[in-house]
């Protein structure tokens, strides 16, 4: 099935006010590349191309221009069962991922039977200049190496990430949160660590999150006003030195 035949699909499918809604949260892309197709329905269409075998054509017409196409493509490649074949995919559709929704629903079943085949790729992945690789490699981290496959190695490489990119942060803020939930005694030490901006947000994810005690929640607690104290104690002493150079 060519492109114009899945475009009336999705277009069958659209609400205007949802996709006034999801421009609004996915800001990286522009209001005009969204369909407003939500995403049971979505999902339910990739299943379809799947089952009846009108995918490849899709897949290999990259880019793709809306957003929803995107979700599609995401969705398409969660379905397949082979491990070489679902990553490949992922591989060659990465680059083209522009927002938080598509990276993060990218969540193919498949990875979570192979983490030692998957695990070569992340550490590629977390260093690419890509925005939306290096999250994807993050969230990979956090959703097949915490728990039982977890290893104090794995924490090393996401603090390792250096970016100034807000999803690349906020990826790492949530890695930390869902940590400090599973294995509190190893993750308090990293909040110590991390920088400010993404200790500050992995903070108020984990002092949100039930999964966290209430004893762990007033660790963090302190730790967030101990910062905040020491960063207004640098600013003061800063402040004086510049009032007696002046």
Known sequence: MDKNKIRELLYVAADGAYKDFNSKIINTVDKDRFIGV??????KIARDMVANDYWTEFIADLPHHFFEENQLHAFIISEFNDFNFV?????????????????????????????DKLLPYIKKWIKSKHVYTVRFGVLCLMRYFLDENF????????????????YV???????????????????LPYFKRLDDWTRGCAIEKAIASYRVSET?????????KRKEDDILDRFFKKSQVDLQVK
């Not at 939500?38 to 999902?43: A, D, F, G, H, K």
């Not at 942060?169 to 993750?187: D, L, Q, R, S």
């Open 38 to 43: 939500r995403t049971p329905e979505l999902r």
């Open 169 to 187: 942060n906020m990826a790492m803020a949530w890695y930390f949160a869902t940590g400090v939930a599973k294995h509190p005694e190893k993750f």
């Open 216 to 224: 762990n929640k007033l660790k963090l607690k302190e730790l967030r």
């Open 87 to 115: 990553v490949n995919l992922v591989e060659k559709f990465l680059s083209y991922v522009d927002n938080w929704a598509t990276c993060d629903q990218m969540s193919p079943k498949i990875f979570t039977k192979n983490p």
């Open 151 to 166: 290893d104090k190695k794995y924490a090393d490489m996401v603090l390792g990430i250096k970016s100034n990119d807000y």
